[in-house]
């Protein structure tokens, strides 16, 4: 292609701000940038710009914020653009009458190896499910979400002490570099976008479904490594939790996000032992985890041994699974 690619972006989190940055920087042109409304915030409730919105402003490129994506108000103002190419990452679902509008398409950056892991939390599953790799995938948008045809792929491994918060910070640089070798692709005329059935053979595939609060209670009953892969795969957010039962007969609930497995404490599901001093063991299954990260309700997250400095652990009893 001849003429500059005219290019609309559209993301709210920091995840989006990276690929928006890498754009900027590589002087493609981005004409517009569509980003999440300004929302309360903090003990103040001041309004609280989204990141997109910080970074786009920062640059000098215009902002649009709209409640509603088929508001003829927006759809009027998106067409103005006149965007050649839309790029969506850590955004909404959008209308049709938004993804069909621009010539060359719109494409979405998803954080998994398409069509494993379609949904909102592709990366704290991947993490949960214990699995070695995944990685990014850019793909046209069409009607079921997740589900259009893969344009690039590029694998990330996952470390042993890899959390959902680790992996996130290293599939936010990669999908940056995806995203740019895919728009050069897209301004070389150079893509062929292959279905998402070729890219996989097998019958069952991993879903990525929206995770509540209250699929994030741990299963102490469950094996160690499966309980660790769990801690691992919601840290730091939305973060697993489980009930303490205090010797006074009061529960409170606490937040585990970085824990170890040990075969060195002989302990039944949910029994807790420590030396109150530097650590923490709550028995599983098999083995038993050693805590070394935590938030009490009502309390800072911390470290155990800082923790115990404050709290007497031989208070609990037992914990509820």
């Given at each position: 292609?001849?003429?500059?690619?005219?290019?609309?972006?559209?993301?709210?989190?920091?995840?989006?701000?990276?690929?928006?940055?890498?754009?900027?920087?590589?002087?493609?042109?981005?004409?517009?940038?569509?980003?999440?409304?300004?929302?309360?915030?903090?003990?103040?409730?001041?309004?609280?710009?989204?990141?997109?919105?910080?970074?786009?402003?920062?640059?000098?490129?215009?902002?649009?914020?709209?409640?509603?994506?088929?508001?003829?108000?927006?759809?009027?103002?998106?067409?103005?653009?006149?965007?050649?190419?839309?790029?969506?990452?850590?955004?909404?679902?959008?209308?049709?009458?938004?993804?069909?509008?621009?010539?060359?398409?719109?494409?979405?950056?998803?954080?998994?190896?398409?069509?494993?892991?379609?949904?909102?939390?592709?990366?704290?599953?991947?993490?949960?499910?214990?699995?070695?790799?995944?990685?990014?995938?850019?793909?046209?948008?069409?009607?079921?979400?997740?589900?259009?045809?893969?344009?690039?792929?590029?694998?990330?491994?996952?470390?042993?002490?890899?959390?959902?918060?680790?992996?996130?910070?290293?599939?936010?640089?990669?999908?940056?570099?995806?995203?740019?070798?895919?728009?050069?692709r897209i301004e070389e005329g150079n893509i062929?976008?292959?279905?998402?059935?070729?890219?996989?053979?097998?019958?069952?595939?991993?879903?990525?479904?929206?995770?509540?609060?209250?699929?994030?209670?741990?299963?102490?009953?469950?094996?160690?490594?499966?309980?660790?892969?769990?801690?691992?795969?919601?840290?730091?957010?939305?973060?697993?939790?489980?009930?303490?039962?205090?010797?006074?007969?009061?529960?409170?609930?606490?937040?585990?996000?970085?824990?170890?497995?040990?075969?060195?404490?002989?302990?039944?599901?949910?029994?807790?032992?420590?030396?109150?001093?530097?650590?923490?063991?709550?028995?599983?299954?098999?083995?038993?985890?050693?805590?070394?990260?935590?938030?009490?309700?009502?309390?800072?997250?911390?470290?155990?041994?800082?923790?115990?400095?404050?709290?007497?652990?031989?208070?609990?009893?037992?914990?509820?699974?």
């Open positions: 292609m001849n003429k500059k690619l005219r290019i609309v972006f559209m993301g709210t989190p920091d995840f989006a701000v990276e690929s928006l940055k890498a754009l900027v920087e590589n002087n493609y042109q981005v004409v517009g940038v569509i980003t999440a409304p300004d929302r309360p915030a903090g003990r103040g409730q001041k309004l609280k710009q989204s990141p997109v919105k910080e970074y786009a402003l920062s640059v000098g490129l215009p902002v649009l914020q709209p409640e509603k994506l088929k508001k003829p108000e927006f759809i009027e103002e998106l067409k103005a653009l006149e965007a050649d190419l839309q790029i969506i990452v850590a955004f909404r679902m959008l209308p049709e009458m938004v993804w069909n509008m621009p010539p060359l398409g719109s494409l979405n950056l998803h954080g998994s190896l398409l069509p494993h892991y379609r949904g909102a939390a592709p990366i704290n599953w991947a993490v949960i499910n214990g699995d070695k790799k995944t990685g990014v995938t850019t793909f046209f948008l069409q009607h079921e979400i997740d589900t259009g045809n893969i344009i690039m792929q590029e694998a990330l491994p996952i470390e042993d002490n890899d959390t959902a918060g680790s992996v996130h910070d290293k599939m936010m640089e990669l999908g940056a570099e995806v995203i740019l070798k895919t728009v050069k062929k976008a292959i279905p998402q059935d070729e890219y996989s053979d097998e019958t069952v595939l991993k879903p990525a479904p929206k995770i509540f609060k209250a699929d994030c209670k741990i299963n102490w009953q469950q094996e160690a490594q499966v309980i660790h892969n769990f801690i691992r795969g919601l840290s730091p957010y939305p973060s697993a939790w489980t009930e303490l039962e205090l010797a006074n007969g009061k529960t409170i609930s606490a937040k585990i996000y970085k824990s170890e497995i040990s075969a060195d404490h002989k302990l039944k599901p949910g029994e807790v032992k420590s030396d109150n001093k530097t650590y923490i063991a709550i028995g599983t299954k098999d083995h038993a985890l050693l805590i070394h990260e935590l938030q009490l309700a009502g309390k800072k997250k911390m470290r155990t041994e800082d923790l115990l400095r404050g709290f007497d652990a031989s208070q609990i009893t037992k914990i509820n699974s």
